[in-house]
Each structure stands twice: as C-alpha cells, then as structure tokens.
C-alpha cells in the first residue's frame, strides 16, 4: 500500500512538475532536480513492473518498457550529445562545430559548401525549400534540405540557417546511444498499446463486446443558408462589376501556390473586412478598385478592428478603420507607438492590425497581386476552385450542427414525441457529417496536401470525427448525442471565425513533410476520443448512470484515444528529428502534450479511480489538459507557433 501511494504521488509529481516548468525558464530542463524527478519516475515504474509481475501481460509490459526506454534514451542524450552550429561559406572548407556553450568540437572528416539554393515556390519570391549541397571529405556529395538530413559518420545535419552572402548555417548533433533508445521506445508503445487493443481476453475488448454499435440510416433533413447584414454606403469609385468577374478565374501567385484571383481576393479582403463582401461589392471589385484608386479607398472603413481599447487609442468610432486612420497628420505611422503605449493584452490585437496594414501596402505596391507565369491549373481544377469559394460550406457545418442539437434537446423535453425528433436530429447530423467530409475532401484535393497544417483545419478535422462517433452513439443515450453534437457544432463555430481570420501567409517550408498528416492526424483523432469522454461524462453526471453504458463507453474510447495520442507525439518526435535533429526540444506544445498524455493515461490503471462516478468527474477535468495543449501555449514562445 505503501509503495501504491509513493507511485502515485511520483506520477502526480512528474504531471504537475512538467506542466509548471513550461512557465519558468527552459533552463530547468538541465537541471540537476529536474534530473532526479525522472529518475526517480523511472525508478518507481521499474519498481512496479517487477512487484506486479508485469512480463506475464505482453501487451501491457511493453506498454510500460517504452517509456523506460525512452528515459534511458533521454538520459543517454543528456549525457553524451554532441550538438552545435557550424556556418560555411562558398568554397570553403570546415573541420569543426561550435556548441551552444560555445566550444568547438571536431568532426569526423571536412566539409565543403558546394552551393546554398534558395528553392522558391513557382512564380513568386516564397520560399518552398532550402538546399545546401555539400562536398565531404574532398569527394563525397552529398545535400542537405528541409525534413533532409545528411549522417556523416554519426553527425546528423540539418538545415538551420543561412546567410545573405550565400553561405548556409547547419545543425550538427551528435547522439549516438540516445537516439537508438529512444526509437525502440516508440516502436515498443506502438506495438504494447496495439497489443493491449487486440487481445482477446483484454480489457478492451471485453468493453467493445457490451457495447453495441447500431449502423444508422440518412434521414432527409433541413438545409439551411446564413446571411450577414451590410450597412449601406454611398457610392464610391471603383472597378465594375463585369470587369472584376471576368478576372475571377486568371491564375495567381498566392500563399506559395498557383490559385485562381478569386481566392486570393476572398482572403484579402475576409482577412481585411471579416466579410469577403464590403459594401455589397465582390471580393475581386475591392481588391482591383483599391489598387486602382487608392487615394479613394484609403479613407474607406476597411480595416476590421475587434479590441475596443486598440479602436479608441486610434480614434474611430465603430469596429472599422480606415488606412488613412493609422497615419497622423504628418505622415507617421502610428501603430508602432501604440505597441509600446497600450498594455499587454492589446499586443496580439496591434500585431493583427500592423498585418493588415502591411497586406494593403503590398497591395498598394503591386506585390500582391501576382500572375501565375503559366497556365498552371486546368479548367476543371479552376472550376472546382470557384465552386468551393461560393459554397459556404464552414457556415453550413455548424448551422446544421446547431440545428441538430436543438432539435435533440427539444426531443428531451418532449417525451411524446422524443422518438421522432431524435430521428430527424440524427438525419441532420448525417447531412453535416457529409458537408463536412465534402469540405475536407475538396481542401485536400485544391490545397494539394493533406489539410492539417493549421488551427482551423485542424478544428475542421477534429469536427469530422466527433461528428462520425456522435452518429455511432446515437442509440446509446438521447443526453449523450446532444452533448456530442452541442460540442462539435461549438469547435465548428470556432473553425467558422477563425475562417474569417485566414491565414495569408504560406506554410513554412518545414511542414513540407510526410510526417505532418501522420503526426496531425493522429493527434486530432486522439483529441477527438478523449474530448468525447468529456462530454460522456457530462451525460453520465447529468443523468445520474455512472456505472452504466456511460462507464463502459467513456472506458472504450479512452484506451484507443491515449493510445493514439502516444503516437502522433512520438511521430512527431520522429518529425523534429528529421528536420531539425533532435527529437525532443521541451517545447511548451511538446511538453503539455506529454503533460495530457500522462493525465489521460492515469485512469487506465485499475488500481486508481475505482469510483465510476470519480472517473467520470476526473475526466471532467481532464479536458483542461488538451484545452491548454491545444489553444494555451499558444500565447507561449513556441516552435509551433506556426500552427496559429
């Protein structure tokens, strides 16, 4: 018993130890207490296996021999790494490596720069990839790039930098024993948690056998539009109409790819105006009438701002501003100052303010507005691209989600006829699972990737499978399946604002990468298993089954879910250590998916939470952990930063 508690309180420790260190400084990671506390985890975790005799549960010893190995992979790269920077110029010739310490370390044989390429997205100055070709030891070639790295005798390099005068700027690291360890790790979680998942006399599937999954029939249901108000204005000079629709369709640079005007307008002014229609006007009419008159349209209210301080530091009244209003009578710009002048909270809205007014300058330029220097689309490609920027497919999704959850509730308090209106709320929630997989699959297909590169496609994402496993328990409780629906219908609504808010910048040229959609996918799928126990667990409460259906449900989408989220964080993993060579960074996003995955983890073990009912009320405040994961850290210096 006592050992129990000690384990427990080692766990805990570990969990809320990580999750305040990501607060501190990023030196506490190589601190001598930081040390022991894993050590002593580890300690605690081989103590268990050997008392519980775990070697007799394949499936649940490999499980637990990951991490141990993963631990001794951590402690062998904090002992014996070798990592720094080494910069090379054109023609010359390297022999050593500085680390971050600042002392130079040999490597195992010389190293020349070739050529350094800057590899740019068709017709525009965006840059999709950077290539170092190196000559090694006098004969070897070899090339460095992006997710590229080039093992030379053990040291791993990896695209860091590079300078103006066409030099390039590698990563070496050094990691003999660490890396080796830790990949057996991996590769050991993946096959325990499959083999726990699969047994047949396992938890698992003995959850699975007294659950019954009820395929479900399409019900024809409501469709619905959305409308927004626009506030009338008098006429303004600018583009006709005609002539802006018969532009729509030219081939354009935008965002690192070739897409239609349309597009690009739409983001343009959306991202501008929260609205791709200003004062009834089509999104190519704004664009091309504020290139063409700008002495005109720079006094237009264009210019969106939500923070009501930010709006009366700069003098407008109501939520949009000119061009003209961020500059002073002499000229100045005024934004910058009111960076240093407002406090804190205001940061992230001048940041966004200072982004848009940047996009109307390179507007302004003429950079904005690029030709594609090809025919590059076909005209079924163009034709599909129009198609998806007319259909308001975000708005749809959480329309008929909203929809379905009224009437589902509605069906709650109607006892008589409960059994009709759930059918009719299922048969909507079939629709929005269908307008969601179009929309996925129609980003896929004109993104040319998998789309899960960002925030909002990755809330689109995680919407599609919420939805998939709300039609999957539609038989299993009327409370649940409003629950389920309410919370994918909220995370839609979500993705639908921040569609007004697009992204207009490419994606940077290292989530060029395969590993991207498994690592992603994986997550979100996880996300989308354990937010679902969130929400059983509300039903259970609210109902008052907590032994029940709830218990068994809640239990079978937890062990899938922890498990899945395992793997996209050590796939992940895998992806750091491609693109820039280490596989572990303690980066705030890293950490506090470790931190979810141990939090997640802790109910699967029999001996703690024994209560049904504090099950569901620890996975209640389970949930905390993905929400600071997901959205928390965030507003923390992050590598991740670019998945905002």
Known sequence: MIFKYTALVAYIGVTVSLGIATFLSPSVYGSLWFFFLWGLFAVVLIAAMALSKMWRNGG???????????????????????NGRMKIAPGREVTTFVSEEGVSHKLPMPIALERFEIVYYPGGEVPRDYVSSLLMDGWKRDTVSMNRI??????????????SDGSTVLSVNHDPYGIPLSYAGYVFFAIGGCWLLVVRRGRFRSLLRTLVMLPLFVVPALSADASSHTPSFSKIAGVPKATADSLRHRQVVYGGRIVTFNTLA????????????????TPEQTVLSFRLFPDVWKDQPVIRIKDRVLRKSIGVEGEYASFSDLFDSVGNYRVSALYFNLGERQHRAIEELDEKAGIILTLLSGDLIVEAPETSLSDNRVS???????????????????????????????????????????GILCLAWLVSMANFILQWILSERFPVANTYETLQFVVLVIEMLSLLVA?????????????????????????????VTPLMPVLHSPWLSLHVSLVMTSYALLGFTFMIALAAVITGD?????????????????????????????WANVSWGQYWSWDPKETWALITLLVYALPLHRGFLRSPRAYHVYMLFAILSIAMTYFGVNYMNSLHAYSN
């Open 384 to 426: 599909l691209e129009l198609l998806y920027n007319s259909l308001p497919l975000g708005t749809l999704i959480f329309i008929l989600l909203f929809s379905s959850f009224i009437l589902s509730a509605a069906g709650l308090i109607v006892k008589r006829y409960g059994e009709g209106i759930h059918k009719v709320s299922v």
């Open 475 to 503: 038989r299993r409780g009327a409370v649940l399946f409003s629950l389920a629906v309410l919370g994918s219908g909220a995370l839609a609504l979500v993705a639908h604002l921040m569609e007004m808010n697009p992204v």
């Open 546 to 574: 907590t032994e029940g259906k709830y218990y068994r449900l809640s239990l079978a989408m937890l062990y899938p879910g922890t498990w899945l989220l395992g793997l996209g964080i050590f796939s992940g993993a895998v």
């Open 150 to 163: 080039v093992d030379v005798d053990g040291y791993r390099l990896c695209q860091a930098s590079y300078g």
């Open 60 to 82: 649940a010893f490999l499980l637990h021999m990951s991490f141990v190995a993963m631990l001794g992979g951590g402690l062998c790269t904090w002992l014996t790494r070798e």
């Open 266 to 281: 739409r983001d343009v002014v959306t991202k501008l105006y929260g609205n791709p229609r200003f004062r009834g006007l």
